[in-house]
């Protein structure tokens, strides 16, 4: 499909998401390394337990903070209740990549459910929902749709600055399995939102993360 599986930077310490290792930087197109500026889990309350399903790790250009500016000064509980933070973020013309991986086995249909209702709910809120975008996210849902997550199976998102996509690797017992290339630029912005929305990304604990490690970086 003309995109590349990422590499990992070697003699380097890990950072530890609940017992799963992420490396602190990751070069997943260009020669230019991506720093690991936030990470977390998600998870869901089962008869009054809390069951962690994924691990997660938001690598971006360092370049960003160029265009985090305005926002120079703010301590990191603020920026995590401020989605047009989130909204730049996500807008910055730079390199993003988010690593998923599973802790809890779940089918990968009930994981594209997931997505594809948070995509079309805001795409159809943009009043951008047509049949392109349909279109589109029905490839998304089908990538999904047969696989089954097992735990250290890995999901990877990268959003290149060169280009308004989203380019998907899903690999599950150290096998690269397979690949999508999400054309639909707008299809595209929602998935990146969907990790990276502030308040409305499906990981408080990614958001609170990356905003705390922002604040720091822009204070120095």
Known sequence: ????????????????VDDIPFPPQINPGSDKPLSLLGQGITDIEIHFLQVKFTAIGVYLDPEIFTHLQAWKGKTGADLAKDDAFFDAVISSPVDKFVRVVVIKEIKGSQYGVQLENAVRDWLAADDKYEDEEEESLEQVVQFFQHKYFKKDSVLTF?????????????????????????????????????????TRGVSQTTISSLANNLSAELSN
């Open 1 to 16: 499909m003309g995109f590349c599986c990422y590499s990992i930077a070697v003699g380097t310490e890990v950072v530890m």
């Open 158 to 198: 990268y959003f290149p600055a060169s280009s308004a996509t989203a380019e998907l690797t899903f690999s599950t017992e150290g096998k690269e399995e397979s690949k999508l290339k999400v054309e639909n630029a707008n299809v595209a912005e929602m998935i990146k939102k969907w990790y990276l929305g502030g």
